[in-house]
């Protein structure tokens, strides 16, 4: 396959810079929490491929459902000749998903379709325009998913206009003084000047803002949410395409609240590494639009179904979603004591839900202001001495921790040590 600096040099010349990657090197094999380059260097992957990982690389009985799959037929398109996996995918998720009532769900392939279709959705159901995401949200690349996004480098940029009536309430981020108090303030402000709530048909929110920095919606801003949305007539979804599967210590991060969503967005670590995704939602919601108005020619492919149910069935019978709490907890003790050792006053926030978890460097602890160039050098030396990190956030300087939940102990360990080898290099 050649070299890394080899392939680097072909990529380059060949694939659209817009495509950013992360780590400088090639993939050859992987394998649970580890992965080898084609050099042959060996790799613990805390990135999990942005966290569609939590079973791992090639979970046994992933790939093991993939290949009985590919055996049989791999496409037929569901719109033709539909098959089981779809359907059988699409009960598993109406029964995990948080609700005392009937649901329906709809498979796509990405995220950000996702995220389009359940705004669809909410659109034909409510027959309203009007969409209210919040400040560092992410929900994709596409231009409905872009104008939900609430960041503009490298996201938003020069690649506008975005569609209309969606509008945009600040995101109760503690770290950065917005009390829920102040969000709901402003929410209520945005009500009244722009966003006519008898016009908007959803709230869309991440449980854990993934992208723009783990930043979990306190239990009392979901509960605030829920009664608005109740009161106008708005459909509450909850974007768990980051958050879900396991990786907060439940099947879906919004499930830590109580608090119950009318829509909820899946993809990434639901089919440990096949490109899948879904809505799930209360059935007559789900019912709106009429045949033929949803759908795609890949969506719900069969081998990424039959991939999703062992993925599913691994969270299960692996007992991963107590696991995910439990390394959340180990987690955040071992960079308690790393920040106070290492980096004193440097790693200003660790924070998170379970195994969601993600550490914000500052160039001191008194302004906390923000160190991208710190967070850089750490992730740089760690890849050196082998470990994938991937960093998150508005300012690009916390590190968020997305490992396989299903990667022993001493994996962890291993990659927790070189994490603070890479963290003391970086600050010397
Ligand atoms: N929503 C959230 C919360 C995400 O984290 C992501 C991907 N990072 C998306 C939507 C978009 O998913 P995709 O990249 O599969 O389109």
Same mark, same amino acid.
């Given at each position: 396959?050649?070299?890394?600096?080899?392939?680097?040099?072909?990529?380059?010349?060949?694939?659209?810079?817009?495509?950013?990657?992360? #780590?400088?090197?090639?993939?050859?094999?992987?394998?649970?929490?580890?992965?080898?380059?084609?050099?042959?260097?060996?790799?613990?992957?805390?990135?999990?491929?942005?966290?569609?990982?939590?079973?791992?690389?090639?979970?046994?009985?992933?790939?093991?459902?993939?290949?009985?799959?590919?055996?049989?037929?791999?496409?037929?398109?569901?719109?033709?000749?539909?098959?089981?996996?779809?359907?059988?995918?699409?009960?598993?998720?109406?029964?995990?998903?948080?609700?005392?009532?009937?649901?329906?769900?709809?498979?796509?392939?990405?995220?950000?379709?996702?995220?389009?279709?359940?705004?669809?959705?909410?659109?034909?159901?409510?027959?309203?325009?009007?969409?209210?995401?919040?400040?560092?949200?992410?929900?994709?690349?596409?231009?409905?998913?872009?104008?939900?996004?609430?960041?503009?480098?490298?996201?938003?940029?020069?690649?506008?206009?975005?569609?209309?009536?969606?509008?945009?309430?600040?995101?109760?981020?503690?770290?950065?003084?917005?009390?829920?108090?102040?969000?709901?303030?402003?929410?209520?402000?945005?009500?009244?000047?722009?966003?006519?709530?008898?016009?908007? #048909?959803?709230?869309?929110?991440?449980?854990?803002?993934?992208?723009?920095?783990?930043?979990?919606?306190?239990?009392?801003?979901?509960?605030?949410?829920?009664?608005?949305?109740?009161?106008?007539?708005?459909?509450?979804?909850?974007?768990?395409?980051?958050?879900?599967?396991?990786?907060?210590?439940?099947?879906?991060?919004?499930?830590?609240?109580?608090?119950?969503?009318?829509?909820?967005?899946?993809?990434?670590?639901?089919?440990?590494?096949?490109?899948?995704?879904?809505?799930?939602?209360?059935?007559?919601?789900?019912?709106?639009?009429?045949?033929?108005?949803?759908?795609?020619?890949?969506?719900?492919?069969?081998?990424?179904?039959?991939?999703?149910?062992?993925?599913?069935?691994?969270?299960?019978?692996?007992?991963?979603?107590?696991?995910?709490?439990?390394?959340?907890?180990?987690?955040?003790?071992?960079?308690?004591? !790393?920040?106070?050792?290492?980096?004193?006053?440097?790693?200003?926030?660790?924070?998170?839900?379970?195994?969601?978890?993600?550490?914000?460097?500052?160039?001191?602890?008194?302004?906390?202001?923000?160190?991208?160039?710190?967070?850089?050098?750490?992730?740089?030396?760690?890849?050196?001495?082998?470990?994938?990190?991937?960093?998150?956030? !508005?300012?690009?300087?916390?590190?968020?921790?997305?490992?396989?939940?299903?990667?022993?102990?001493?994996?962890?360990?291993?990659?927790?040590?070189?994490?603070?080898?890479?963290?003391?290099?970086?600050?010397?």
């Amino acid at each position: 396959a050649g070299s890394n600096a080899a392939l680097l040099a072909r990529r380059e010349a060949a694939v659209a810079r817009g495509v950013a990657s992360a #780590a400088p090197i090639f993939a050859a094999r992987a394998e649970n929490a580890e992965l080898w380059d084609v050099e042959g260097k060996r790799y613990i992957d805390f990135a999990g491929g942005i966290a569609v990982l939590n079973t791992g690389h090639r979970h046994p009985g992933v790939i093991a459902a993939a290949k009985a799959q590919e055996d049989l037929y791999t496409h037929t398109s569901f719109q033709v000749v539909p098959y089981e996996p779809y359907v059988a995918l699409a009960e598993k998720l109406n029964a995990l998903a948080p609700g005392d009532f009937a649901k329906k769900s709809l498979l796509v392939t990405t995220g950000a379709e996702a995220v389009e279709n359940a705004v669809k959705i909410a659109r034909a159901y409510t027959r309203r325009p009007g969409v209210i995401a919040f400040s560092a949200g992410y929900h994709g690349r596409t231009l409905l998913t872009l104008g939900l996004t609430g960041k503009v480098t490298p996201y938003k940029k020069d690649v506008g206009p975005f569609p209309g009536d969606i509008w945009r309430a600040p995101f109760p981020d503690a770290r950065n003084g917005i009390t829920v108090d102040d969000a709901l303030k402003a929410l209520d402000t945005l009500m009244k000047t722009d966003a006519d709530p008898d016009r908007v #048909a959803a709230i869309i929110l991440e449980p854990v803002l993934g992208e723009g920095g783990y930043h979990p919606v306190p239990t009392e801003m979901w509960q605030a949410l829920r009664a608005i949305c109740d009161k106008h007539g708005i459909l509450l979804i909850a974007d768990e395409i980051q958050s879900g599967f396991a990786r907060t210590g439940a099947w879906f991060a919004i499930e830590h609240s109580g608090v119950v969503p009318d829509l909820i967005t899946v993809a990434k670590s639901m089919a440990g590494g096949y490109p899948i995704a879904g809505v799930i939602g209360r059935a007559e919601v789900m019912d709106a639009l009429a045949p033929g108005g949803l759908g795609g020619t890949y969506g719900g492919n069969p081998v990424a179904c039959a991939a999703a149910l062992a993925a599913i069935e691994a969270i299960e019978t692996e007992g991963l979603l107590a696991r995910s709490t439990a390394m959340g907890e180990s987690l955040r003790a071992r960079f308690a004591d !790393m920040g106070a050792r290492v980096a004193p006053f440097r790693m200003w926030d660790i924070r998170g839900l379970g195994a969601m978890l993600a550490v914000e460097f500052v160039t001191d602890f008194d302004s906390a202001t923000p160190d991208a160039t710190l967070t850089k050098a750490v992730v740089a030396n760690a890849l050196k001495r082998g470990l994938i990190l991937l960093g998150c956030g !508005m300012h690009g300087n916390a590190v968020r921790i997305m490992v396989p939940i299903t990667a022993s102990d001493e994996i962890v360990a291993e990659g927790m040590a070189i994490f603070e080898a890479a963290l003391a290099e970086a600050i010397a």
